[in-house]
């Protein structure tokens, strides 16, 4: 893909309306290519501005008393529907009940591909780690530990600056604490086969209760593609542990197998 496409289709990407497969070739060019980085950042950074002044706008705030009007009427018009399309349609919406209800599973599924946290390290990755557009500045690790969470002392070294694998290197890129719509993750960025990786750990309470075991290894979960990304995610007492990168899945779950033992033990303080 070139730099002339990636202009073409930065609007849809900011909007999250490319198909999956375009979705991944526009951000394997952005991790390679600067310009587009920055044009794809100063495009996002004004869609938000635009999108604050006209939220903010006094003249374009719906009147108090027009709200109201309004709501009045179709407050009255729903009282006031014809009783045989009331009784007709019942038998359509009981229909409806009944494949909920036997779907309910299926749905749930659909629903609930992605958690919160998982669309926030996806999230997070794009913004901070491909188009590194963050809207507060990043803390250090040691900050971070002192002000939200001691865990985030155990990625200073971890994984190593250079570590080798026996499907290549990973090469640190850089290590930081970073916020996405409110979520406080440790962030380390690597490299791995050519592609940027995210590391992201952050708290999660569900996790508390767990007890980790000396020697006990996690249990990787693959999860389902969220805004392009593939993610994996593990867990420890207390947090929950993403691995985020335009690799494919094999080659993720690669990865993630060889770091998420020596993390774990980590944060579980061995």
Not at 17 to 25: F, R, S, W
Not at 54 to 61: G, M
Not at 140 to 168: E, H, I, K, V
Not at 171 to 194: K, T
Request: aromatic residues 6%; neutral net charge; charged residues 20%.
């Amino acid at each position: 893909m070139q730099c002339r496409d990636v202009r073409e289709l930065a609007d849809s990407f900011l909007s999250e309306q490319l198909l999956v497969e375009t979705n991944h070739e526009v951000l394997r060019h952005l991790e390679a290519c600067p310009a587009c980085r920055s044009e794809i950042a100063a495009r996002g950074l004004l869609r938000s501005a635009i999108k604050t002044a006209f939220t903010n706008a006094e003249s374009l705030r719906m009147p108090d008393e027009f709200r109201s009007v309004a709501a009045a009427r179709l407050r009255a018009a729903a009282l006031h529907k014809n009783r045989e399309w009331i009784l007709g349609s019942w038998q359509q919406i009981a229909a409806a009940v009944v494949l909920l209800a036997v779907g309910s599973s299926a749905l749930f599924f659909l629903s609930g591909r992605a958690t919160a946290a998982e669309r926030d390290a996806a999230g997070d990755h794009r913004d901070c780690a491909i188009l590194m557009q963050l809207h507060e500045k990043p803390l250090s690790l040691a900050d971070a530990a002192a002000r939200y969470d001691s865990s985030f002392q155990s990625l200073q070294d971890m994984p190593a600056d250079s570590m080798p694998t026996a499907a290549g290197s990973i090469q640190v890129v850089r290590r930081h604490s970073c916020e996405f719509d409110g979520r406080r993750f440790a962030h380390v960025i690597f490299r791995f086969q050519g592609q940027l990786v995210s590391l992201l750990v952050t708290a999660d309470a569900s996790q508390a209760t767990s007890s980790g075991a000396a020697g006990s290894e996690p249990s990787l979960k693959q999860l389902p593609s969220v805004n392009g990304f593939n993610v994996v995610s593990f867990e420890s007492p207390g947090h929950v542990v993403f691995l985020v990168s335009s690799l494919d899945k094999s080659q993720l779950s690669q990865v993630a197998g060889f770091l998420a033992g020596p993390i774990y033990r980590r944060l579980i303080g061995e």
